[in-house]
């Protein structure tokens, strides 16, 4: 008997999960028929299905993958060969095997492919508990070393992501392979097959079957098997899937595959932290770490602590967000969803407080990625910057960008992460990364567009007018030094007052090369190619020297006279600390006869008692020392920090604590700046905030009798920006030598060093 394959039209096909179970039954009745011409025994053989035939999955052109299966003591003779050749002449591509019970039970504890791919067996034909007794032996042998082989699937699952990119926002995606693909949903259902974690059932069914569906539209285009969607094949799409257009089609796709990456990336988290913890008997009550006010950490992920209140914080999920960013933790989902719920909304303009979280997210690093997934997915990110809705999965017209336009302004802030020790303003950088390409998706330049949003989305962070016009023009301009260094001559005058003119301040010039070099960075590597950064650094150099040679020197800002206290005043106390509380924080004005030291004791009897510092002015009236320090820290109580601070200034008071180095990949910048005063000498310290870092700045400029006569301290996001105007005990400037030895301690201190370490290596 001839057997011919019936494959459903174009104008039958549905894409429908109906349909797909309509091609498998076709199918299954081919199969049968093919094993009962070859006469295949009742027992001891069974022919089954694997992979998607096996899960009765069949799109319009896929392959059927079939395993004749045998008993070990059974002999197929010729049925083998007689089941395959009308299978052949069928029409349909066959990938088939022959193994006996042994040999597929060894593969599947050997290989993890083959287990994840024998997990979705289903009978065809044959000695139904032939089938039965393999699917438990390997079902039983998956949940029972799958603590030992999650490392090598997730080893698997890593390299494809990183050979194929991500469905979501791979410039050409594959609906298999891609992250967030039909592979990770099969990967993801091995996972719940295995008991040691659950996902979201629901919610992965819809994306699967989503993406089944387009692959089944997707093979009724080409006419051909396959999984990638070439650029030509986006407005069939959309007729097929009855979508506006193939921009709403993308759109749609792309919306499935992040939201299967976004469970594949939870799932694994979590399967991950089970397989690490060996299961103990009873209860157990998770373990909380507290992070900061409001939030813990448990196994790995930011969750609340259980005591706060959100709708009395509006700042809870920044600050959950930036924690979780910044170490590299998860971000709750079940935590951010009740956060969207139930925090108010930000006041506008925003308070400094949730400016300074912002920036904190965005300058995490790699650790923003999976942070801004779960904000999207959770509808957080439309809470805090609506305006995000028109780049969300918009495809880049560009065939030089990777990734899509949201993805690449996510990557761009995470590769302007690694420059913030180059500007003097990292929040303006990380938020001008954030909205660089804010303006895209309009009918109109999108540097143009983005300019006339940023403004008002600047105004509601809370920023002032002087920034507002600073992110404006990074946004307008953002493309200027990469356009002009490629097509115009740098060395000519007209180039550099071009840009000059446009860019307006040495300021604006760092921040937008800065800027320049993480979007070409994010766009993909031909965009920063070695040729292109050395003509862009080199125009910006030479626009640099010309609005220098433009710079009108600056008088040092004056001081305020602060009253000194009466107590002070008649020698009954040392030092005076007055705190006024604050809506986020406090302010705390500290007097005290001024000498070599005073600070590096004031800024240790802070960080000691846990009291960030924002922004501090620092400056010498008369014989006093007088300091005013802005903190995060609203119950301060100035008895106790005096008392404190006899106890660090007597060597007594635990400093030693905040002598550790610090935690960051990126190496801190100490600049001496001989053009800022002509009466002391300058020293801009920029690194990674954490406490005690200006008690470890100030205690290697005290340790070598330098006295601090004003300084300017700033923490922006995630970084110290402080400047201190250094002199000589009783006399102005430092000398070459001794800046230079300044600036040298204050890195080794920075990187940890003792100061007997510091004296050495000097």
């Known amino acids: 008997m001839g057997l011919t394959r019936v494959r459903p039209t174009p104008q039958e096909a549905s894409m429908s999960a109906e349909q797909r179970a309509v091609r498998t039954e076709i199918a299954d009745d081919v199969c049968r028929a093919a094993y009962a011409q070859a006469s295949g025994p009742d027992t001891g053989v069974a022919l089954v299905a694997v992979g998607g035939y096996g899960r009765g999955e069949l799109a319009p052109y896929s392959d059927l993958d079939v395993v004749l299966v045998h008993d070990d003591d059974v002999q197929l003779g010729s049925v083998a060969s007689d089941v395959w050749y009308p299978l052949w002449d069928s029409g349909f591509k066959i990938d088939h095997a022959v193994r006996t019970f042994s040999q597929m039970i060894s593969a599947a504890d050997a290989d993890a492919r083959v287990a994840l791919g024998l997990l979705d067996i289903r009978h065809l034909a044959g000695d139904a508990n032939l089938t039965l007794r393999l699917r438990t032996t390997v079902l039983a042998g998956w949940r029972r070393t799958a603590r030992e082989r999650l490392g090598a699937v997730r080893s698997l699952v890593d390299k494809r992501h990183q050979a194929v990119g991500e469905l979501a926002h791979a410039s050409v995606p594959d609906l298999k392979e891609s992250a967030g693909g039909l592979r990770d949903a099969t990967v993801l259902r091995a996972l719940v097959a ?83 913890v060996r299961p103990r008997r009873g209860g157990r009550r998770p373990q909380l770490t507290p992070l900061a006010p409001g939030v813990s950490e448990s196994a790995g992920e930011v969750v609340l602590d259980g005591r706060v209140a959100p709708a009395d914080d509006p700042l809870l999920l920044l600050r959950a967000a930036a924690e979780a960013a910044e170490r590299g933790l998860l971000l709750s989902p079940v935590s951010a969803a009740r956060l969207v719920a139930e925090c108010p909304p930000l006041p506008t ?53 990777r990734f899509t336009v949201d993805r690449h302004v996510v990557e761009t802030c995470i590769e302007a992460s690694r420059l913030i020790r180059r500007v003097a303003r990292p929040d303006l950088l990380m938020v001008a990364a954030l909205l660089h390409d804010i303006g895209k998706g309009q009918t109109i330049d999108h540097s143009v567009a983005g300019e006339q949003v940023v403004g008002p989305v600047a105004a509601r962070m809370g920023f002032d007018a002087e920034d507002c016009a600073t992110l404006a023009t990074l946004v ?25 003119a446009k860019v307006g301040s040495r300021l604006t010039l760092s921040l937008l090369a800065a800027l320049t070099e993480a979007d070409a960075l994010a766009a993909s590597v031909k965009a920063w190619s070695t040729w292109r950064a050395q003509l862009v650094q080199s125009l910006a150099a030479r626009v640099d020297r010309l609005l220098e040679a433009r710079t009108v020197p600056q008088p040092e800002v004056g001081t305020p006279e602060v009253a000194v206290p009466d107590e002070l005043a008649a020698g009954r106390t040392t030092v005076h600390f007055e705190v006024v509380p604050g809506a986020s924080g406090a302010t705390v004005t500290v007097v005290a006869p001024d000498r070599v ?112 006569r004003s300084a300017h301290v700033d923490t922006l996001g995630p970084q110290a920006v402080d400047v201190f105007y250094l002199c000589e005990l009783g006399a102005d400037a430092l000398g070459d030598e001794r800046a230079a030895e300044a600036a040298h301690a204050v890195r080794r201190a920075l990187a940890g060093g003792t100061d007997r370490e510091m004296e050495r290596a000097w």
């Open 194 to 276: 295995s008991w040691l974690v659950d996902v979201p059932h629901a919610d992965l069914e819809r994306g699967r079957r989503g993406l089944l569906d387009v692959r089944d539209h997707l093979h009724e285009i080409t006419g051909r098997a396959g999984d990638r969607v070439p650029p030509e094949a986006w407005t069939p799409l959309a007729e097929a899937l009855g979508l506006e257009d193939a921009e709403a089609a993308q759109r749609h796709v792309r919306m499935l595959g992040r939201r299967v990456a976004h469970l594949s990336r939870l799932t694994w988290h979590r399967a991950e932290a089970v397989s690490s």
């Open 349 to 401: 303009p925003w308070p400094l407080g949730a400016r300074e979280l912002l920036v904190r997210l965005l300058a995490s690093g790699r650790g923003l990625l999976g942070v801004w997934e779960t904000l999207e997915e959770t509808g957080a990110i439309d809470q805090v910057l609506p305006e995000w809705e028109q780049i969300r999965l918009l495809p880049h017209a560009s065939a030089i960008h």
């Open 476 to 500: 307008r301009w953002h493309l200027l030094l990469s356009e002009t260094a490629t097509t115009r001559d740098p060395d000519d005058p007209v180039t550099q007052e071009e840009v000059a």
């Open 597 to 708: 030291g005073l600070l590096a004791d004031v800024s240790a009897v802070l960080a000691l008692q846990k009291a960030g510092v924002r922004r501090a002015r620092v400056w010498s009236q008369g014989e006093w020392g007088v300091s005013v320090w802005d903190v995060a820290h609203d119950s301060l109580d100035p008895a106790l920090l005096r008392r404190r601070f006899d106890l660090v200034a007597s060597g007594e008071g635990g400093v030693e604590r905040l002598r550790m180095p610090a935690d960051d990949t990126l190496e801190p910048s100490v600049q001496v700046r001989p053009e800022a005063s002509r009466r002391a000498t300058v020293l801009e310290v920029r690194a990674g905030d954490r406490p005690g870092l200006l008690h470890t700045v100030l205690s290697a400029v005290a340790a070598r009798g330098m006295t601090v």
